[in-house]
């Protein structure tokens, strides 16, 4: 009888060495299963299901979510409440998607939906001047951030790794940019670069120019040595910008980042004079109120920041750093041709967002969410191994504080094994990605809603429907071949 050992989120050796197992012994949801499944898509779905091929005639695909439940065709969610979200066939959904864990305290959270409606109706939505609510919410992240002195706020994830970027090369001069392999940092031109999957290079840079990639490289997660080289090949080419890093690893954690390799980064990043830019968009304030840097004790030069300050409210994002850093960003700064860097943003900092996340802040504090979301997610992680031990699954389950990875196919991992051809991991790839469609088409017929499959986030709300949410997989597993 199979028994898989409770795994360590930050255990990088052993969650590798399981994704071997998974990889090379996984189970699969057996043809009959997914027939059933199908049938159910279509049967009690066919509201989601018609919208989508009518969105189909004005949108690429019918969606425009990079985060949509696909496969068998995307669902048309009408309402989201607390732990659960409900389709326009009015099918409800425990949600452990979150918005790719940006809704912390859960969906549509009464006391940010207050802040918000009495914002609107005081002040208005936009008006492009100062408002109060700017200052409370960088002095909220400043205080919980030593590395950043100053904040400043922008509307996306991807805005604010562009300005991090740009800051970084404008305070040293310097042009090239390392990121770790198979990690996503934003869609923008310079940092599509070895994405989604260790070893890509720019198989995802369509529409991008072959110049503007020459000044950005990648090296292996937990490689310090790698890292090192890169830096020393670097200096022939004037020297390195930054280094930028999900610090908790790729695709949040999938192939995490080994505890302690943080501290060695940071001192290679003095040693070659490199500013280190932690890319916080999923870690900030979900990890803890100090995000990774306070979970890992390091402290980065630049931080990046995404919807996540502001509750998963729209038109979000940000970057702090220390004062001297900061002092290149315009306006509010007197521009310095040559000097500062140029961005702008007509609803960055506007007061909706802003008011939604000083109000998300505070009510973290207030809830002590994190303590209550580390402990039902190590429950629930521990819970779910037992399944997979009870039904033979392999699996790679896993939390870092309220992020979960819940893998049956060891599709993040596959890449990483220099075993394998080039040949072998595309068609690896293939089936795994396919068998990870099945398990979110299977989990979603059973009530739940995850991330293609795999990563998985937990909120406030959800803490007291975890057990159906147990019950859920429970039935998925007991069908695996």
């Known amino acids: 009888m199979l028994h898989q050992d409770y795994l360590n989120g930050y255990d990088a050796a052993a969650i590798h060495q399981r994704a071997a197992q998974v990889i090379h012994n996984g189970k699969h949801l057996p043809p009959e299963s997914l027939e059933v499944y199908q049938k159910h898509f ?4 066919a509201g989601s299901k018609s919208a989508i091929e009518a969105a189909k005639h004005y949108i690429p695909g019918g969606v425009q979510h990079n985060l ?21 066939d009015g099918n409800r959904y425990i949600d452990l998607l979150n ?10 959270y009464p006391p940010i939906r207050e802040a918000v409606v009495k914002m609107m109706e005081d002040t208005g939505y936009l008006t492009g001047l100062y408002h109060e609510y700017e200052r409370k919410l960088a002095e909220k992240i400043c205080s919980y951030y030593p590395s950043c002195d100053k904040f400043r706020m ?7 790794v562009m300005v991090a970027i740009r800051l970084a090369r404008a305070f040293t001069g310097r042009d090239q940019i390392v990121k770790l392999k198979g990690c996503y940092d934003g869609w923008s031109d310079h940092i599509v670069y070895d994405v ?6 720019t198989a995802f840079a369509s529409g991008i120019p072959g110049d503007t990639l020459k000044n950005t490289s990648a090296v292996m997660i937990n490689d310090i040595e790698a890292l090192e080289r890169r830096f020393v090949e670097n200096e022939a080419r004037g020297g390195t910008a930054a280094f930028i890093m999900e610090p908790i690893g790729q695709d949040s954690g999938g192939v995490p980042v080994q505890r302690g390799y943080h501290q060695q980064v940071r001192q290679l990043c003095d040693k070659y004079g490199v500013l280190l830019i932690m890319d916080e968009v999923v870690t900030g304030f979900r990890l803890g109120m100090g995000g990774a840097q306070a979970t890992f004790d390091v402290r980065a030069d630049i931080t990046v920041f995404g919807k996540i300050i502001a509750g998963g409210f729209a038109s979000a994002g940000g970057v702090g750093a220390r004062d001297e850093i900061m002092a290149l960003v315009t306006p509010g700064v007197s521009h310095t041709a040559g000097r500062t860097i140029m961005l702008g943003g007509t609803l960055s900092a506007n007061p909706v967002s802003c008011a939604a996340g000083y ?6 504090e207030r809830t002590n969410a994190h303590e209550k979301l580390e402990a039902a997610a190590e429950r629930f992680a521990r819970d779910l191994t037992d399944l997979a031990n009870q039904y ?28 394998f051809s080039q040949e072998e991991i595309a068609a690896r790839r293939s089936e795994g990605g396919k068998r990870m469609n099945e398990f979110a088409m299977a989990l979603a017929a059973e009530g739940v809603i995850v991330a293609a499959g795999n990563k998985t986030f937990l909120n406030l709300q959800t803490i007291d429907v975890l057990d159906s949410a147990l019950a859920a997989y429970e039935r998925v597993f007991r069908q695996m071949v």
Do not use: W
Request: proline share 6%.
């Open 42 to 45: 279509n049967e009690k779905c």
């Open 68 to 88: 949509a439940l696909n496969h068998p065709f995307p669902l048309d969610i009408v309402r989201a409440d607390g732990p659960y979200l409900y389709d326009i």
């Open 99 to 108: 918005a790719g864990g940006v809704t912390i305290l859960g969906n549509n």
């Open 154 to 160: 922008l509307g996306s994830g991807t805005e604010a």
């Open 196 to 201: 989604r999957t260790v070893n890509t290079g």
């Open 359 to 364: 109000t998300a802040l505070c009510e973290l």
């Open 392 to 419: 033979e699954v392999p699996a790679v389950i896993t939390h870092q504080g309220s992020i979960m990875q819940i893998d049956v196919t060891g599709f993040k991992h596959i890449a990483t094994f220099p075993e």
